[in-house]
């Protein structure tokens, strides 16, 4: 596929509900004929409210939000700017956890994401096989993944440490967790995706079928496509875990015990399945470092080598 092609879009990932409104004349001229019109609001207070993201640096306020029940809406949206005359910014956006205004698009139009799982209640679908998967909808939390495969006791390889993030926003970043020592971030650990390219095209990618885009998707921060799916594989969930948790006031000592854990071919190898590391502040003892780490019911933790 030549991604040279792809238009001059902003994207990033997923949230939101259904509203219908009248498009006003200083959107692009056109756009007020097509059938997803009704899903488009300038109303100010709806756009007001879509100015800003988690780290609250920037104020921009889009020109209006779209509120897509299909992503053959998204798909209809994006062609449309691509064939027109004047092509107009698109941003795609999530939970807004973007830090640096990302997502934001000035006088463009903001694709709200979650609108496609709230007018499509089946945007999880867990497959439990040989090789169990799950097929979900960029703009899924994963929490919810999460329930919905623990139910068929299975669960995403990879999660990341807070889990009220969009799976397409996680996607198009990197999705990096504790577990990710042992599969990599949650951008290795994808089977197939549906992207709506910068010509408005439905692609299904994979590692096989259209590789050049699926790999540039993923960890492209939005700028090659708006995923509107995911095919996420899944491993059998442990019924209970040891959970650890270790306290040090030396950096190096910390970090190297983290490096032993996380290595192969020494005597802890193997002993965790999850670990992160954070800084805590004491009144009393100033810096203190600590480290946590998981594992399962039967792992054999030498924490007297500690």
């Known amino acids: 596929m030549d991604l040279s092609r792809q238009s001059s879009i902003i994207l990033s990932i997923t949230i939101l509900t259904t509203f219908a409104s009248n498009v006003k004349s200083s959107l692009p001229q056109g756009l ?7 899903e488009i609001t300038t109303d100010p207070n709806i756009t ?4 800003t ?4 640096l920037f104020n921009r306020t889009p020109g209006a939000v779209f509120f897509p029940s299909s992503p053959n809406d998204i798909a209809t949206l994006i062609s449309f700017s691509y064939t027109s005359t004047t092509p107009f910014h698109i941003s795609q956006r999530g939970l807004g956890h973007s830090t640096y205004g990302q997502t934001l698009v000035p006088d463009g139009i903001l694709i709200d994401m979650s609108s496609l799982g709230r007018t499509n209640h089946n945007r999880i679908n867990v497959t439990n096989g040989p090789i169990p998967y799950a097929d979900v909808g960029a703009e899924q939390i994963w929490i919810d993944v999460l329930n919905a495969t ?3 006791d299975l669960m995403p390889r990879v999660l990341t440490d807070y889990l009220s993030l969009t799976v397409g926003g996680t996607l198009s970043n990197a999705g990096i967790s504790g577990r990710a020592f042992m599969h990599g971030p949650q951008i290795s650990n994808v089977y197939e995706l549906d992207v709506i390219t910068g010509t408005g095209e439905i692609v299904t990618c994979s590692r096989e079928s259209n590789p050049d ?3 540039a998707v993923l960890g492209g921060l939005g700028q090659f496509g708006v995923i509107t799916r995911a095919r996420i594989p899944l491993e ?3 019924k209970r875990v040891r959970w650890l948790e270790l306290f040090y006031t030396d950096i190096k000592v910390l970090t190297s015990d983290e490096e032993k854990l996380i290595s192969t071919g020494n005597s ?12 805590l502040l004491s009144v009393t003892q100033g810096s203190l470092t600590g480290a946590v780490a998981y594992g399962s019911e039967s ?3 030498k924490i007297l080598l500690f």
């Open 150 to 152: 623990l139910k068929h």
């Open 213 to 215: 885009l699926f790999f």
């Open 236 to 238: 059998p969930a442990q």
């Open 268 to 279: 802890l190898s193997g002993i965790i399945d999850y670990m992160e590391g954070q800084i």
């Open 48 to 51: 007001a409210s879509f100015a």
């Open 53 to 56: 993201d988690f780290g609250n």
């Open 32 to 38: 007020q004929t097509l059938n997803i019109s009704s």
């Open 299 to 301: 792992s054999d933790y």
